[in-house]
């Protein structure tokens, strides 16, 4: 008889059926361990910053024991807690709410999970307790620093509210425009310092003309010694009659009025063209040693092309206008211009660039995608398209676009675009922000939500801060209004990135979470107040 080695393959026939099995050794064999059967599983914590975490039950203490087994099917809590000098951030992994110091984990396997702690940062809130808020007026839809204004060696604050009420009974729905003390969070004392006033109302009085929604500090314009303040209104109408035009206002930051030439209206006046819906300084233009800036009209017609959006530059001595800036394409609902930003010197002539965004234009590849567009600042000729890196319909590539200044250490200026409903990995208008090399235009990084959730609307707002991380490059901190915070919906979180490598640096929640509060839209650096 011949003996079967393991491995050996034995044919066996049965009513001309063939049937192979295959001789494994005997008593030796044992079947695989049925998964269900294990009654542990293991968590492996990493910490990420300086802080410590323990769980519920006893068995992880981090650092030093940063793994222990639990019972399998279990409901395991881990606890974080940060230090002096650093706060928690959020978790990765399988935790059930990200944003809590809490993270409970139904335990059905092993599981690695990682608590991210940040800086902590100082909050300083605005008391505006000496302001009787209209229901609704939604104060702090736009925000600027504006050079020390009250003598204090820090910078100030301008604050718009585009749906403040002039009064209980007169034009609901006009806006105002507050100064706040950087170094007190105190409306700016007119006791203490040159100002006549820290409350600036609508110059031309007209209901729903939101006033405030957008707001810019200009330098010093009028040479009085006091920087100066641009204000949008892009609901504001002409005569009377010619509806949602929009108007901005050049506004002295020493008296709260007008400056001499302050009422720019309209070059091409149409009704519900927006005009002031975007804003921004830029430096000097035109040879006269004083700043200019753009204005957005992000649904201007052009001839019988509806909404597709145009942009101006003023002479910020005069208010004249110096050059109009079309869109390259010609395309209906484009809106071009509904962000606007300058940009450094790219093309070396000594004089920035124009960055404008116009998120609602179609592609090949989707409806609303959005593109971005870079202009020469010294001849308004087109210098480059940006299209979107990550093509996807109804991204909105180009609703917030900004210059961020050197970020790759070649020496020229970079610049930003987000596309705040972008979808990721799933998460439908979770958002994402794009850097590109101001030289080349090459796209240098993409950056993400580190928590990934729907609707977080992550690239509504950017802001460029001075270099915080000790690396000599600019940071970069973005607005994610959608984000949820606990169990509350749309509280919203701003979120600090280094400029140089992406990395995250640190996160600010809403420090009072409340249901759609959207914190963090918008977001803007002020410089040192504390």
């Known amino acids: 008889m011949k003996v079967l080695e393991v491995g050996f393959p034995l044919l066996q026939v049965w009513g001309g059926v063939i049937v192979a099995m295959f001789f494994l050794g005997g008593c030796d064999y044992k079947p695989p361990e049925d998964p269900s059967h294990i009654k542990t599983a293991t968590i492996t914590l990493t910490v990420k910053g300086v802080g410590s975490v323990i769980s519920e039950p006893e068995g992880i203490s981090c650092p030093p024991t940063c793994e222990s087994t639990f019972d399998k099917n279990s409901d395991v809590s881990l606890i974080a807690s940060g ?17 809590t110091e809490n993270c409970l984990i139904s335990l059905d396997g092993d599981v690695t999970v990682e608590a991210i702690f940040s800086p902590a940062l100082l909050a300083k809130r605005l008391d505006v307790s000496a302001i009787s808020l209209s229901e609704g007026a939604l104060f702090g839809f736009s925000i600027s620093a504006i050079p020390d204004l009250d003598n204090d060696l820090k910078q100030d604050i301008i604050v718009g509210a585009p749906y403040q009420d002039r009064s209980s009974t007169t034009t609901p729905g006009e806006g105002k425009v507050y100064l706040f003390s950087g170094g007190t969070g105190l409306l700016v004392s007119t006791t203490t310092s040159l100002l006549a006033t ?69 070059p091409v006046p149409q009704a519900s063209a927006q005009f002031g819906f975007s804003l921004s300084p830029i430096s000097d233009m035109n040879g006269d040693s004083v700043n200019d800036f753009i204005v957005g009209a992000n649904r201007q017609d052009v001839g019988s092309v509806k909404d597709v959006g145009e942009v101006y530059l003023f002479s910020g001595k005069t208010g004249t206008l110096l050059r109009t800036i079309k869109h390259p394409a010609l395309q209906e609902g484009a809106t071009f211009g509904l962000s606007v930003a300058s940009v450094g010197d790219l093309s070396g002539d000594g004089l920035p660039e124009i960055l404008v965004g116009a998120p609602f234009q179609d592609s090949s ?97 950017i802001a460029v801060v001075p270099d915080l991380n000790g690396d000599g490059f600019p940071e970069i901190l973005i607005g994610a209004p959608g984000m949820d915070i606990g169990g509350t919906l749309a509280a919203g979180m701003a979120l600090l990135y280094s400029g140089h490598d992406g990395a995250l640096i640190a996160t600010i929640s809403n420090p009072n979470p409340e249901q759609a509060a959207q914190f963090a839209n918008p977001v803007a650096s002020i410089g040192d107040i504390s």
Not at 213 to 237: E, F, H, K, N, R
Not at 453 to 460: C, D, K, L, N, V
């Open 83 to 99: 230090s002096l000098d650093t706060n928690f951030a959020f978790w990765t992994g399988g935790c059930k709410e990200e944003l």
């Open 198 to 266: 820290s409350t600036i109302s609508h110059p031309v009085p007209q209901s729903e003309a939101r006033f405030g929604y957008s707001v810019a500090s200009m330098g010093d314009l009028d040479q009085d010694g006091i920087g100066d303040i641009l204000v949008g209104a892009p609901l504001q109408d002409r005569d009377g009659t010619t509806t949602d035009v929009g108007e901005a206002y050049l506004i002295s930051g020493k008296t709260g009025a007008l400056l001499p030439w302050g009422i720019i209206a309209h």
């Open 365 to 461: 590849t989707g409806l609303d995608q959005g593109a971005a567009y870079l202009f020469s600042g010294a001849t308004g000729n087109l210098f480059r398209t940006i299209t979107h890196p990550a093509p996807q319909a109804t991204a909105r590539f180009g609703s917030f676009v900004m210059g961020s200044g050197d970020l790759d250490g070649d020496s020229v200026a970079d610049y930003l675009v987000s596309a705040p409903l972008q979808d990721v990995g799933g998460n439908s208008n979770q958002g994402a922000v794009f850097v590109f090399s101001g030289k080349t235009g090459n796209l240098l990084r993409r950056i993400d939500l580190p928590i990934p959730q729907p609707g977080a609307f992550f690239g509504s707002s």
